[in-house]
């Protein structure tokens, strides 16, 4: 396949998922928070103890555009920031319990829309991809050129 194709795989494949995603906080929460927003709850849940700085690097965020995106949240009741412990300046970000429950709300949404797609595929399929995804994200966390891995 040639690297013409490959990005073009990458860049439907990405605008899909994007697509699931944004339909998933419409049914969700009824337009309440955005894409980006879910992303913050997402992250917040995964990550132990995060520094907002933590969480906008994460999703490759400016701080400033980020800031605004916690300020919603937290209006929202989803999240709460306290000041860490040692440090003052650092604000330390945590799900609300309504922000919990957003979040297993919305992982499981995306669950059953992931599942309703694979389940065309056979369970050798279904591995396969699976596979495949895992080694291209470890890949990608390995490469060099990779910008932004995950925390």
Avoid at 7 to 35: A, K, Y
Avoid at 72 to 87: E, M, Q, R, S, W
Avoid at 106 to 115: C, G, K, Y
């Amino acid at each position: 396949m040639s690297n013409q194709n490959l990005r073009t795989l990458f860049q439907l494949v990405v605008r899909r998922f994007g697509f699931l995603n944004e339909q998933c906080c419409n049914q969700c929460c009824n337009q309440d928070i955005s894409v980006a927003q879910s992303h913050i709850i997402f992250e917040t849940s995964r990550q132990h103890n995060p520094s907002m700085r933590d969480i906008a690097n994460a999703l490759g965020i400016d701080i400033t555009t980020f800031s605004r995106q916690v300020k919603a949240l937290i209006d929202k009741g989803y999240v709460k920031k306290t000041p860490h412990p040692n440090d003052q300046r650092v604000q330390i970000l945590a799900l609300t319990e309504k922000g919990k429950d957003l979040e297993r709300n919305i992982d499981d949404v995306m669950n059953q829309q992931l599942e309703q797609i694979l389940s065309q595929l056979s369970d050798e399929e279904r591995s396969k991809v699976t596979q495949s995804i895992d080694l291209l994200n470890k890949a990608m966390v390995n490469s060099e050129s990779y910008c932004c891995p995950p925390q």
